[in-house]
């Protein structure tokens, strides 16, 4: 399978704070997702991203397809970005997304 | 368009009992998966079904878990016995695959939370 890897796993911010969060993977994929898990457990889908970059208000991705990693951009953080984040992965015709070990993230007011 | 619905959003049973998960995919997606984060740990694959066909199921963990998706359309995934270590958060995901297509997004429920006491 592929091997996911995301850092940093835990990271605490300041309210207002920027931040950013890597994930790596052990081979190429076609298909990159990144995910909120919220304090009540849902996931929220927040970006599709197999290559270049994206924004949605304070959140940004970039996927650097050829060097098989992706960053996500939080800026002017809010205590509601607090949960965790996943990357996953998934080839094409490939049945399953890879999820890394998600960056726990603590935004403080 | 409605995205992934899962029901229910959390789910208290008793060591022993039966529960059952329900996802309904996006209209039109031939593609259902179950994924599930258990204890804190990694988003693992349970399975995935192609309209009413299951195409990998490796990911179960044992046959206490079902999971069928009658007719193509919504899924569901029963727990019998329900035992302690399967509390965690199911997540349920449908895509359409295009021919032609290289990348595709999958879509993701919110999740059902499930708590085995």
């Known amino acids: 399978g592929i091997q996911v890897e995301q850092s940093p796993p835990d990271l605490i911010l300041q309210e207002g704070a920027n931040s950013t969060l890597r994930c790596n993977f052990s081979?190429?994929?076609?298909?990159l997702q990144w995910f909120h898990q919220n304090p009540w457990g849902q996931l929220i889908n927040l970006f599709y991203i197999p290559s270049g970059t994206k924004q949605n208000g304070r959140l940004s991705a970039t996927t650097v397809a050829t060097e098989r990693y992706s960053l996500l951009y939080i800026s002017s953080s809010q205590t509601t970005d607090s949960g965790v984040y996943f990357c996953a992965g998934k080839k094409y015709n490939f049945n399953k997304f890879y999820f890394g070990s998600g960056t726990k993230l603590n935004v403080k007011p | 368009e409605a995205g992934v619905t899962q029901f229910p959003s959390h789910s208290v049973i008793e060591k022993g009992q039966t529960v059952t998960l329900r996802c309904d995919p996006i209209?039109?997606?031939?593609?259902l998966y179950w994924y599930r984060r258990v204890m804190g740990k990694e988003i693992k694959f349970l399975l995935h079904?192609?309209?009413?066909?299951?195409?990998?199921e490796s990911g179960m963990p044992n046959n206490r878990f079902l999971a069928e998706r009658t007719g193509g359309t919504y899924s569901t995934l029963k727990v019998q016995p329900a035992e302690l270590e399967d509390s965690g958060v199911y997540f349920c995901?449908?895509?359409?695959?295009?021919?032609?297509?290289?990348?595709?997004?999958?879509?993701f429920g919110q999740g059902t939370r499930l708590t085995v006491v």
């Open positions: 995901a449908s895509s359409q695959e295009q021919v032609g297509r290289r990348n595709t997004e999958a879509f």
């Open positions: 081979d190429s994929v076609n298909n």
């Open positions: 079904f192609v309209k009413e066909s299951k195409q990998d």
């Open positions: 209209s039109g997606h031939d593609n």
